[in-house]
Antibody, heavy 121, light 111 residues
Framework: EVQLVQSGAEVKKPGESLKISCKGS????????IGWVRQMPGKGLEWMGI????????RYSPSFEGQVTISVDRSTTTVYLQWSSLKASDSAMYYC??????????????WGQGTKVTVSS | QSVLTQPPSVSAAPGQKVTISCSGG????????VSWYQQLPGTAPKLLIY???RRPSGIPDRFSGSKSGTSATLGITGLQTGDEADYYC????????????FGGGTKLTVL
């Protein structure tokens, strides 16, 4: 079964660092994009950035450039999203999701279950 | 402000049909495939339609998709209370290095 399994919910204080994970299984991990999607409470889906595990090519949406870091560990088929200094406005649900590389034809076909991040003093 | 424009909400009675529109431009919908996602309350989004009008295995044929020019439409027939959810369109945007863009989402209420 193709799946993306994310790490559990986190509660952090402003200024703390955080790294959440997304582990892929059941498919050739190196040959699909993995993206991170933010969903703030009551709001829509925002594509944050994307990484290609095959060569670690990483791209960020302008709104998230410099705010987060996306990385990959091919040996454990895991993609990470990290913050060096959290803000209260980072409180949201974060999803990882899989996309083909050639076109939008196949859609974002596999989604993780989501990781809820709460940042509060 | 999303690159793709969807109505914030639609509603219809059980058994009826509803359509949800998604409007974009030549850099996105006009030159790329469109997909649709269903997000039931408290759950992750799920792929509902891909390649403009194809359904993944397990998605009933009550759900359909179409595309014309720079707009796309999701149709749902035989509405059920279990269809109450947020629906998002998505596609690539050729002006973005990260490729994917989503619409702002449409809340479907089954009265």
């Amino acid at each position: 079964e193709v799946q993306l399994v994310q790490s559990g919910a986190e509660v952090k204080k402003p200024g703390e660092s955080l790294k959440i994970s997304c582990k892929g299984s059941g498919y050739n991990f190196a040959t699909y994009w993995i993206g991170w999607v933010r969903q703030m409470p009551g709001k829509g889906l925002e594509w944050m950035g994307i990484i290609y595990p095959g060569d670690s090519d990483t791209r960020y949406s302008p709104s998230f450039e410099g705010q987060v870091t996306i990385s990959v560990d091919r040996s454990t088929t895991t993609v990470y999203l990290q913050w060096s200094s959290l803000k209260a406005s980072d409180s949201a649900m974060y999803y990882c999701a899989r996309s083909g590389i050639a076109s939008a034809e196949d859609g974002v076909d596999v989604w993780g279950q989501g990781t809820k991040v709460t940042v509060s003093s | 402000q999303s690159v793709l424009t969807q109505p914030p909400s639609v509603s219809a009675a059980p058994g009826q049909k509803v359509t949800i529109s998604c409007s974009g431009g030549s850099s996105n919908i006009g030159n790329n495939y469109v997909s649709w996602y269903q997000q039931l309350p408290g759950t992750a989004p799920k792929l509902l339609i891909y390649g403009n009008n194809r359904r993944p295995s397990g998605i009933p044929d009550r759900f359909s998709g179409s595309k014309s020019g720079t707009s796309a439409t999701l149709g749902i027939t035989g509405l059920q209370t279990g269809d109450e959810a947020d629906y998002y369109c998505g596609t690539w945007d050729n002006n973005l290095s990260t490729a994917w863009v989503f619409g702002g989402g449409t809340k479907l209420t089954v009265l």
